[in-house]
């Protein structure tokens, strides 16, 4: 399971990332999930807003 996690983290992270990435990581998480950045003191606890945050992401340019 924890293979399975960071194979879909890593897929999800690539400059050819898509929704279904995202949709395979997400599927990972329990429902009652803590996404927690503490440097930017931002805690995320829903899978939409997580998704929503993400797809965001994948119209980010990489240098």
Known sequence: ???????AK?????PDSNAE???RFL???ADDFV???I???VT???KRELRDGMLRKLDDEVF
């Open 21 to 23: 990435d995202i949709e």
């Open 1 to 7: 399971m924890a293979k399975a996690f960071i194979d």
């Open 44 to 46: 995320v606890t829903d």
């Open 27 to 29: 599927a990972l998480f």
């Open 35 to 37: 996404d927690e950045h």
């Open 39 to 41: 440097k930017f003191n």
């Open 10 to 14: 890593n897929a999800r992270q690539q």
